[in-house]
């Protein structure tokens, strides 16, 4: 084998999200002589983006003073807020909104086409951005400490062999490794792993959007208005809620939210999206409309006693990587970009880079006091759709001052088995709209994997599939899996799991709710996967 061919730069990011590049941008502001890369697994900037979107701009206005003169493709200002409880039937308004969902000031843009605004910024300041590298694994050097990343071979048949274009992945050697891989990021999870980063913190906590772009009738949307909801079609053990935001030429971005804490082995955060498009809130909006992409994505939601420590040698996390989101708001992109802009910073005061510091620095940060006063709601939820709102109260009234705080369990050790589960009434309707399935729906995601590569979600003993999980939790990844990834199929060697990789939309979701953990996501092919259009 001939020796890999060898990148070296003073700090290498790993995901070109709004963590990322607000990171590089801040760090070339700050020390231009700085060489920095940043790598993305995506074929383009924003390809694997999906977040709902509303941001905060202040951190935005504080990193690109002018950006408001020349703002990203997609962008519309806030104009009204709609908070309503839902029923199967109707439901009602709430006469005033939360104060964390009050939006006024605020922007609705396409996150996706937001990232790729800002790369060419990245780039004028001299950052290297390079899409389609995917970091298969970190790098050590002799003392243990993250010394930069490998990127993964091209080219390498599903059985192992090398096809004719096959090239072998460089490695990418850097004095400090910046994680701003979004939620459960695959080299993060081995590094918070490897380097015991979470032994002082609470098991981090997911949630899983799932969101559509409508092209509606002329005259039907109403720029700037943004709708949430909570209530059917979840129940009242089951954490969900929706987004509808209205862009411009008439359109509309709708999504799903369902927490991966939910109890029922049954649910299918992806029916239960459907479902709520056929709202008669919801519906009659939508009718006549087109879809024109569509994708799902984990979203972090563990907040303050989920953080695990952010530093470590030679590396450190920022952005929803390190689980900044704040979940009440609904919002994370001014906390990734915040993060980025925070540990820019604290590279740019050192003589030479290093990443020793920045925990420290990141929880003495608004980052951490704006988590710390919301820590308790979601967890709250929990317990119960109704405990949750009283708490929610207590917590938004006190600012979050509660002497106590609520501890989280992972996710996949939330499920119930099929012989003790609650069964909830679902009091689902017919639907009518597009999808009607999940492969339609992995259409308008515009995934691509070459089907002769290896199988990306490993599953360590498939034996458990057909037997332990089919009995005790009826194989839930069939449910769980907004594409059809996972499928037990019978044949003439027997019962049998099939794994789908062509449809993966690279949301995690298997890597996090299976009740086993004998699901790992790694990354395919640098290039592969969904092609989100404006999500």
């Not at 104009?79 to 009050?102: H, N, Q, R, S």
């Not at 990443?355 to 929880?363: E, I, T």
Request: hydrophobic share 40%.
């Amino acid at each position: 084998m001939s020796e890999r061919d060898v990148m070296e730069y003073d700090v290498v990011t790993v995901g070109a999200g709004p963590a990322g590049l607000s990171f590089a941008i801040r760090l070339k502001q700050l020390k231009p002589e700085l060489s920095v890369c940043v790598i993305e697994k995506a074929s383009t900037i924003g390809a694997h983006i999906l977040s709902g979107a509303v941001i905060e701009p202040g951190p935005l206005d504080e990193l690109l003073p002018g950006w408001r003169d020349a703002p990203p493709p997609v962008c519309v200002p806030a104009a009204e807020d709609e908070f309503w409880f839902l029923t199967k039937t109707g439901g009602t308004k709430f006469p005033v909104i939360p104060p964390g969902m009050a939006n006024h000031g605020n922007f609705i843009v396409s996150l996706g086409a937001m990232c790729a605004w800002l790369a060419p910024q990245a780039e004028a300041l001299g950052v290297e951005i390079y899409p389609g590298f995917a970091a298969a694994e970190p790098l050590f050097d002799e003392a243990g400490a993250v010394c930069g990343v490998r990127i993964g071979d091209m080219g390498v048949a599903k059985d192992g062999s090398h096809k004719p274009g096959y090239t072998q992945g460089i490695d990418i050697l850097a004095k400090v490794t910046v994680l701003a891989e979004g939620a459960r990021g695959h080299l993060t999870k081995q590094l918070i792993r490897k380097f015991g980063l979470d032994a002082e913190s609470d098991p981090q906590n997911y949630s899983i959007g799932i969101k559509e772009l409508w092209q509606l009738p002329p005259g039907r949307a109403k720029p700037g208005k943004i709708f949430h909801s909570f209530g059917w079609p979840a129940d009242s053990m089951t954490y969900g809620g929706s987004f509808i935001y209205h862009l411009a030429d008439d359109r509309v971005a709708i999504g799903y939210v369902s927490g991966l804490d939910y109890r029922d082995p049954e649910y299918q955060p992806y029916e239960a999206f459907q479902q709520f498009k056929h709202h008669p809130l919801v519906k009659p909006l939508l009718e006549g409309g087109t879809i024109l992409s569509a994708g799902a994505r984990a979203i972090v939601t563990g907040g303050w006693q989920s953080l695990p420590k952010v530093e470590m040698p030679g590396a450190l996390l920022i952005g929803d990587t390190a689980g900044l989101l704040n979940v009440p708001k609904v919002k994370g992109t001014h906390q990734a970009i915040r993060s980025g802009m925070l540990a820019a910073e604290h590279l740019a005061a050192q003589e030479a880079p290093a990443a020793a510091g920045f925990d420290a620095k990141l929880r003495a940060s608004p980052v951490m006091a704006e988590l710390k006063k919301v820590r308790n709601i979601k967890p709250g939820f929990k317990k119960g759709l109704w405990f949750g709102l009283v708490n929610s109260a207590w917590e938004t009234a006190t600012a979050g001052l509660s002497p106590w705080t609520w501890r989280c369990k992972p996710d996949w050790n939330s499920l119930q088995k099929l012989a003790e589960a609650e069964k909830p009434r679902r009091d689902y309707v017919e639907r009518t709209l597009a999808p009607r399935d999940r492969l339609a729906g992995v259409y308008f995601a515009a995934t691509e994997h070459d089907e002769d590569q290896p199988v990306h979600l490993k599953v360590s003993n498939t034996d458990i599939c057909v037997t332990k999980c089919a009995e005790e939790y009826g194989n839930p990844c069939q449910r769980f899996c907004p594409a059809g990834v996972y499928e037990i199929v019978q044949d003439e060697q027997g019962k049998r799991l099939q794994i789908n990789a062509a449809n993966c939309v690279h949301c995690k979701t298997c890597d996090i709710k299976d009740p086993y953990q004998i699901i790992t996501w790694v990354t395919p092919e640098g290039g592969s996967g969904p092609n989100y259009q404006n999500l």
